[in-house]
């Protein structure tokens, strides 16, 4: 049964950081990058970052270049998201994803979610 676990989230003030991190399971972890994605409260899923588990390429929304740092524990089979300078902008609920890493990190190229962990940063 694949897998995609998320935890991590949680309520934090502007300026702070969060580490979320997607345990993942039941597939073939090397064949898959891992995407990172936040829906925010009535708006659409968007994608923040993706790691490829392969060669360990990487791809950010501008949105979070900077601030954010997505890796990988291969041995693990865990992919973490890095949170700093957290705004009150980044309040969402963080789902992560086995797809396929492009630049743009479309919703479409991912085909096995988790349920999400929410992050709420307040002002």
């Known amino acids: 049964e694949v897998q995609l676990v998320e935890s991590g989230g949680g309520l934090v003030q502007a300026g702070g950081s969060l580490r979320l991190s997607c345990a993942a399971s039941?597939?073939?972890?090397?064949?898959?990058?891992i995407g990172w994605f936040r829906q925010a409260p009535g708006k659409e899923r968007v994608g923040v970052s993706c790691i490829s588990s392969r060669d360990s390429n990487t791809n950010y929304a501008d949105s979070v270049k900077g601030r954010f740092t997505i890796s990988s524990d291969n041995a693990q089979n865990t992919i973490y998201l890095q949170m700093n300078s957290l705004k009150p902008e980044d309040t969402a609920v963080y789902y992560c994803a086995a797809g396929y890493c492009t630049d743009r990190i479309y919703l479409h190229e991912y085909d096995y979610w988790g349920q999400g962990t929410r992050v709420t940063v307040s002002s």
């Open positions: 039941g597939f073939a972890f090397d064949d898959y990058a």
